[in-house]
């Protein structure tokens, strides 16, 4: 069998669930690290009872922040008819309850889909994204969508991003009271595993930064294929996504906190940064890898 997207399905949710468990090693390095520095074991139950409690209410309350952020607004009975038609007839296909359809006043041509769960999910385009393209372009970008609700990468996107806020806050806190007196650095080993636990607590924010855009990239590959199959017409996404890809315009409200919701970057298309740096710091693959799957190529970043 040729090596195509839908041939690489399992291997990208191994390799997801395998960065989710060198995060949390992360995590339970950083606070290792701080409790050990500081001896006391209360910090770091501290800092997770907060990670807990911004968990839920980030993960509960998801949908209506991120579409108030960019304004969106419920669909329209009348105007909006066709793509609610095409979200009901897709979602009886993908056995899914009808998400709520909102649309968000924009030129630049981009869709993203939020909520809890599968019976509290939203779908949410653009207007620039109604304007350029085709029903079947429009429906293999809304099968891509309904296949980020189907796949729970919704939830997996709120345990990530809390894990990074979580490692950026406690790594914050121990380096701005590490040189301030905090904790016991002479009697820890002359302060060499102090200096180690600063270091670590510098690279740690970063780490987590690239496995959480690393996580997001894989979610993308999988949404992809998933909604192919969902419309059995890879055509129409791939097409979606050139058109997609050849606008320059970038999202009025566009920002970095949900960049990665988006079926294409918000601040602009990213599929010509082909640097090795570049694709690490990406929030999606490099359209035409994604392209290329969706016709069934090799992947070149596979």
């Known amino acids: 069998m040729s090596s195509n ?18 995060f949390l090693l992360i995590v339970i390095g950083v606070g290792w690290v701080v409790s050990w520095y500081y001896d006391s074991p209360a910090i770091l139950v501290g800092f997770v009872l907060f990670s ?19 304004k969106a607004r ?19 296909t993908a056995g899914l309850p009808m998400p709520k359809l909102y649309v968000v006043d924009d030129p630049a041509p981009n869709a993203f889909a939020t909520g ?6 939203v779908v949410a385009v ?20 309904l296949s980020h609700i189907g796949n729970r990468d919704m939830l997996l996107s709120t345990v990530v991003v809390v894990l990074v806020g979580f490692v950026t806050l406690i790594s914050d806190f121990f380096l701005r009271t590490a040189f301030h007196g905090g904790g016991d650095r002479d009697n820890k080993a002359g302060g060499a595993l102090a200096i180690i636990g600063i270091v670590f607590a510098i690279l740690a924010p970063l780490i987590a930064t690239l ?10 590959f999988l949404a992809d294929a998933s909604g192919a199959l969902l419309t059995r017409y890879p055509d129409g996404l791939a097409s979606a996504l050139t058109k997609i890809n050849n ?28 640097g090795f740096l570049n694709k690490m710091f990406m929030t999606h693959p490099p359209m035409e890898d994604r392209v290329a799957a969706l016709l069934g190529h090799k992947l070149g970043s596979k």
């Open 74 to 92: 419920p669909a329209n009975e009348a105007t909006d008819r066709e793509l609610i038609n095409i979200l009901e007839n897709l979602s009886i």
């Open 52 to 70: 807990i409690i911004m968990n839920i209410v980030s993960y509960w309350f998801s949908d209506k922040i991120v579409l108030k952020m960019h």
């Open 116 to 121: 809890r769960d599968k019976e509290h999910a």
């Open 126 to 145: 653009t207007t620039g994204l109604v304007q350029i393209l085709e029903r079947n372009e429009l429906e293999g970008v809304i099968a891509h969508e």
């Open 211 to 220: 496995m959480q855009l690393a996580i997001s990239r894989k979610r993308e």
């Open 247 to 274: 606008s320059s315009i970038k999202m009025k409200r566009a920002n970095h906190a949900t960049a990665h919701l988006f079926i294409s970057n918000p601040f602009g298309p990213d599929g010509h940064a082909r």
């Open 5 to 22: 997207l839908y041939t690489h399905q399992g291997s990208n949710i191994r390799k997801t669930w395998l960065l989710m468990f060198f």
